[in-house]
């Protein structure tokens, strides 16, 4: 199940890309738990995650108390990205990674031992935007040849969903190059001219807008329409030893998501946490779907697509990462 929240809100949008999220207070210490399964077996968890609104379940679950009654201690991490942050999920600096699917599936492929525990967020209409700089002649996708782009990371979902809009414009990958630049300095990076165009989710397009930058195209249409953009990925490693505390993630996460899907009231108060909104500049924000369960059928559309666009050498069934012990 997945929804959506959308808000006319009132204030230029900035985002604290290297501030912790809050931390929940769960159990102490590292082998005791009190869930209703009998104890996990690691109550403190660490989970990276880049500080964007398809985290807000996150905050929830550690303001309402969801982690902490299944026994959980959350710390909670920014990064820059799924792509950067994916060896510090293997070298088990983070218990949990919130990452891109596209991140994701390129590491599974390479060696399975990645599993996805949980969905973020599924693209809506504006909710991914690629802009270019107050002035330019670039005006539509097709005047992007031989132009800079600006992405959090490459080989991500930015990179992929933007050379599916090249393709359906006439262009191709080879045609651009990618820079990365994270998303707090990406508009800086545009007005500066370090790159002509730049990737923009929400909230930090809005922040472009209000400093006068144009929109060229909505990234997440056509063939990205209604597209899974990141989940919460563990190791086959962590997974296996400790069943009980992935089961307790998953529940709380889902009693989150779903809070996040009826009360927008709730992702108000969890972006507050995170997000820095100035209340002088009228802005309107559209979010994505939050979800409450992984859905293979729409995480194979974007294996499908990466090999379209040859970000995988072979057909890629996502069945096998995705994690089945479920959160009963």
Known sequence: MFGHWRRLRTGAVTIAATALLAAGCGSGGNDSGGNAAGGVEKSEITIGMLPLPEVAPIQIAIDKGFFKAEGLNVKAEAVQGGAAAMPLLMNGKYDILHSNYVSAIINASKD??????????VAKP????LMAKKGSPITKVADLKGKKIGVNTRNNVATLTTDALLKTNGLTKDDVTY??????????????????AAFLPEPFHQAAAAAGNTRIADIMSGPTADFPIAGYLTTDEFSAKNPKTVGAFQRALAKAAELAITNSDEVDAALGKYTKIDKATADLMKLGGFSTTVNATRLQRVADLMLEHQLLTAKFDVNGMIYSGGAK
């Open 126 to 129: 504006d909710n991914f935007l």
């Open 179 to 196: 820079l990365e630049k994270p998303f707090p300095d990406m508009v800086n990076a545009l007005e500066t001219g370090q790159v002509d």
């Open 112 to 121: 399975g031992k990645i599993k996805v525990v949980g969905e973020a967020y």
